[in-house]
């Protein structure tokens, strides 16, 4: 499977893999029969209760579909964090190449660029470009400086990997406002821990002392840790039980 190495903007390096075309069929064929439903349920209502005496809404039958797709795509896109729920059930989500998230303009750029490599060509341009392509970006992703990657579902779980917790259930968490804290944040926190791991230098142990010093400041604790792995740890124990 390919991936990607992402900085984010804590200067932290996170690999993805890279969402497999095969996901991505799946997810866009999940999308599409969900807009069609809704396509189709359009059309009984108006039918039903003959609320188009002039005629209007039916003159545009042929590019309802694509209304409805499009507006689909955008919407779950901009609300869900860069998923549908295709690509939510597939465990896939768009981002950043710089691992941010995608702005409002980005969002709609990949939706109008589905017309080119969805509609006019039944996904076939889509596919190539997914395949051939360094980082599997559509024409839209390209556009949009986008990237369709492949996340952990069970990321807590993950998370709970690398601490070989086995008496969870007995534990007391110590800061409970870690809580607040977001999963993708912990997430980072977590690959450093892992960086440091696997390669404890200098430079590895001065990205665990800023990620202290930040979540220091933002949990707002006085006392400021000696262990700088150990408080992330404890950290990233706290969040898992006080968030599963």
């Known amino acids: 499977m390919r991936s990607i190495n992402i900085r984010t903007t804590q200067n932290v390096i996170i690999n993805y893999d890279l969402a497999p075309l095969r996901d991505r069929f799946i997810a866009l064929f999940l999308d599409i029969l969900l807009a069609f439903l809704t ?3 359009t059309i009984m209502v108006v039918t039903r209760f ?4 002039d005629g209007a809404f039916y003159a545009m039958v042929p590019y309802l579909m694509i209304l409805i ?3 689909y795509c955008l919407g779950m896109e901009i609300f869900h964090k860069g998923q549908t729920l295709g690509k939510k059930i597939m465990g896939v989500r768009v981002l950043k190449l710089d691992g941010s998230e995608p702005s409002l303009s980005d969002f709609v750029i ?3 660029f589905h017309l080119i490599d969805t509609y006019l060509c039944i996904g076939v341009l889509g596919a190539i470009f997914i395949a051939t392509s360094e980082y599997g970006q559509r024409m839209g992703d390209r556009a ?7 996340l952990n579902i069970s990321g807590a779980f993950n998370l709970m990997d690398i601490l070989n917790i086995s008496t969870i259930d007995e534990y007391e968490p110590i800061y409970t406002d870690i809580k607040n804290i977001g999963e993708e944040d912990m997430l980072v926190v977590k690959n450093a821990i892992i960086k440091y791991r696997d390669n404890p230098s ?3 142990a001065q990205l665990l002392n800023k990620l202290s010093t930040k979540l220091v400041r933002l949990l707002d604790i006085r006392e400021v840790p000696k262990d700088n792995l150990e408080f992330l740890k404890t950290l990233i124990k706290d969040y898992i039980v006080l968030t599963r």
Do not use: E, G
């Open 202 to 204: 200098s430079a590895n």
């Open 69 to 71: 797709f499009f507006s």
């Open 144 to 150: 949009a400086n986008t990237v369709v990657v492949k």
């Open 39 to 41: 396509y189709l349920l």
């Open 50 to 53: 003959s609320i188009d005496d």
């Open 110 to 112: 990949r939706s109008v």
